[in-house]
């Protein structure tokens, strides 16, 4: 499975990108980075020292870093640190492993050397694969699948996190992340109505310190930080591996649970970052709904299988 990674490292997209590295099923292309959990240039750096750290060959290459609803917000350093990955240490990185070019441009040219190969997972604002659409629209019908983290449909009363409307991804970015529901290509939702099943509690992650090593130890250091954000803001024990759970999806999407529509989201005012679903079901006449394509969102998942499945591949 041809895979390219668009992420802002962020802890969790760690978490994500050690569990890409050791899926023998999956072929990763390239590293693609976003303004988001940091500044542009730290999330870059994130990215080439996390590729540095869990020996893959894949390409960095630097994205957005600016959003297009040209709004700026504030880093989440509560949750992710100054550093993005909990403040632990970060040795000096070498830009070897870093391409040139831009993110959107390598997205098109990868995906035109693939046609309908090449998956796209997701996990930060959606301002790259925005660019990208933009400069080459047709690129919608030559993706396999793009699978994002992000969004908030209100299951399990989970309707926002950055603020009660949205969820911070597609907050980051509504215009963004709104163009790509509008897309005709297949975009599966993995967003807080079943990431937040996914709790990596002290102990899960004490287990994979012991069983993983040095890498599963770095994931342990770095999410003391986001583990105390998640008790303190939350009132919740243990961390949710958000981003984790879109790599899931790619490998087994019989565990989660999906209903079909077409996604909308607000993109200025208070509750800006909202996505909403139109039910595929409902039959409604014309509405700003009626002509996009039908998307997938997540609506349940089976939790203990997939934290079974993070765990036994981090070991291999
Ligand atoms: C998402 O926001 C970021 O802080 C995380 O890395 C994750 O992708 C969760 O809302
Ligand atoms: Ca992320």
């Not at 998942?301 to 765990?311: D, S």
């Amino acid at each position: 499975m041809k895979v390219i990674f668009d992420t802002d490292p962020g802890i969790d997209d760690a978490m994500a990108l050690l569990y890409l590295s050791k899926l023998a099923e999956v072929e990763l292309l390239g590293i693609t980075t976003v303004v988001g959990n940091a500044d542009i240039a730290t999330t870059t750096r994130n990215a080439l020292f996390l590729r540095q750290q869990f020996d893959i060959s894949a390409p960095v290459i630097r994205g957005a870093g600016e959003t297009l609803d040209g709004v700026s917000k504030p880093e989440p350093v509560i949750v992710h640190g100054v550093n993005g990955l909990g403040d632990i240490k970060i040795p000096a990185v070498s830009e070897d492993g870093l391409q040139a070019g831009t993110a959107s441009q390598f997205i098109i040219d990868t995906i035109r050397a693939h046609p309908g190969e090449v998956t796209i997972i997701a996990v930060g604002r959606m301002t790259n694969l925005a660019l990208a659409l933009r400069q080459d629209p047709a690129i919608a019908g030559m993706a396999k699948q793009v699978i994002i983290m992000g969004g908030a449909f209100g299951y399990q009363g989970r309707s926002g996190n950055i603020s009660p409307a949205a969820e911070a991804n597609i907050h980051g970015d509504p215009v963004a992340a709104d163009e790509i529901f509008a897309a005709s290509w297949k975009v599966v939702v993995v967003g807080l109505d079943v990431t937040h099943d996914i709790i990596l509690t002290s102990d899960y992650l004490a287990t994979l310190s012991a069983e993983v090593g040095a890498n599963g130890e770095l994931l342990a250091q770095m999410s003391d930080h986001y583990a105390k954000f998640y008790m303190n803001v939350m009132g919740l024990a243990g961390v949710v591996g958000h981003d984790l759970l879109a790599v899931t999806y790619l490998l087994h999407p019989e565990w989660f649970e999906t209903r079909e529509g077409p996604v909308v989201v607000l993109t200025e005012g208070i509750a800006a970052g909202q996505t909403i679903q139109m039910p595929s079901t409902r039959k409604n006449g014309p509405s700003p709904w009626a002509d996009r394509p039908a998307q997938l969102v997540c609506i349940a998942v089976e939790a203990e299988k997939v934290l079974q499945h993070y765990r036994a591949t981090l070991s291999r």
